[in-house]
C-alpha cells in the first residue's frame, strides 16, 4: 500500500474523496481531486479510465484510488498509474436498477485477484444485504484477498428530520455496518456513503480506519467551497486512535 495511506489508515483518519465511478469529465474530475489534495485528504477515488488516471496523476501527489465493477478494467488502469483498485461503488447503479449479490462480489474479488493478485485492492459490501450477511461477505472478502472492506449505505436512509438529525438519520446504515464489520475482520473498514463532518467522527469511534466521501465535495461547483469541505472533513476527525479488536 502507498506510504502516506498506508500511515493515515493506521492513524485511523484516512479520508478519500471520490469523483464518482461513472464521472468521466475530466475538468470536474480534475477539480475535485485537487481540492481534495489542497482540503488534506488522504487520497482520491476516481473512475478507471486510463487517460482520466494519466490526468490526474498530472494533477495531484496523492495515491489514486479507481473504482469499476469490471475486474478487466482495472488492469488497464493499473498500468495508467492507479496505486489500488477498488469494486464498487455500488450508489450509482441502484438509480439504474441494478444491484449486486453477495455472490456477485465474492465472484468479482476473485476474478480480480487473479488478474491483479499484489494490487491492494478495496472492495465494498452492498447494503442492500441484511447487517448479519455484510459481516458475513466482508469475512469471506477477506479470504478472497481484499486489502480494505468499505461500507455503503447512504442511498438506503431516508432522513425525516434535517439539519444535525437529518445527517445522522442518513449515516446511520454505514455507521452500523462500520461497526460490525470493524469487530469481525483484521484489515482496516472504510466507512463511505451519506456522511459529513458531523458523523465522520462517528465512523472513526464505531470502528472504521477512515472515511470516503462523494457528493458532499463533488456536487459542489466552487472549487473554494470543495477545499473548505474537504478541510471541514479532516479537521472533524479525531487525533489517531486504536481499532477495535476484533472477535
Known amino acids: 500500500m502507498h ?5 493515515a489508515v493506521a492513524q485511523r483518519r484516512a479520508i478519500k474523496i471520490i469523483s464518482g465511478l461513472n464521472n468521466f469529465d475530466i475538468a470536474h474530475v480534475t477539480a ?3 481540492a ?3 482540503g488534506g485528504a488522504t487520497f482520491v477515488d476516481i473512475a478507471a479510465d486510463a487517460d482520466l488516471i494519466r490526468t490526474v496523476r498530472q494533477s495531484i501527489q496523492l ?9 478487466e478494467k482495472f488492469v488497464e488502469a493499473v498500468a495508467a498509474g492507479a496505486d489500488l483498485i477498488e469494486i464498487g ?8 436498477g441494478r444491484q449486486f449479490s453477495a455472490k456477485d462480489v465474492l465472484e468479482l474479488t476473485h476474478q480480480t485477484r487473479a488478474l491483479l493478485p499484489t494490487i491492494p485492492l478495496s472492495v465494498t459490501v452492498p447494503h442492500i444485504l441484511e ?11 477477506v479470504k478472497a484477498g481484499a486489502t480494505l472492506i468499505q461500507t455503503e449505505g447512504g442511498t438506503s436512509s431516508d432522513p425525516s428530520h434535517s439539519g444535525t438529525l ?9 455507521l452500523a455496518a462500520a461497526y460490525e464489520i470493524s469487530r469481525s475482520v483484521d484489515i482496516p473498514v472504510l466507512c463511505a456513503s451519506g456522511l459529513s463532518n458531523v458523523t ?7 470502528g472504521a480506519s477512515g472515511i470516503g466521501v462523494g457528493s458532499a465535495v463533488n456536487r459542489l461547483n466552487d472549487p473554494l467551497a470543495m477545499v473548505a469541505a474537504v478541510r471541514s472533513l479532516v479537521e472533524s476527525l479525531p487525533q489517531s486512535v486504536h481499532r477495535p479488536a476484533v472477535g
Open 3 to 7: 506510504p502516506h495511506l498506508q500511515s
Open 32 to 34: 475535485v481531486v485537487k
Open 36 to 38: 481534495a489534495e489542497q
Open 63 to 71: 495515491p489514486i484510488c479507481v473504482s469499476a465493477v469490471e475486474p
Open 89 to 96: 461503488n455500488f450508489d450509482s447503479f441502484y438509480a439504474q
Open 131 to 141: 447487517l448479519d450477511q455484510q459481516v458475513q461477505l466482508a469475512q469471506d472478502l
Open 166 to 174: 437529518g445527517l445522522m438519520e442518513k449515516a446511520a446504515p454505514t
Open 200 to 206: 465522520a467522527p462517528l465512523a472513526i469511534a464505531a
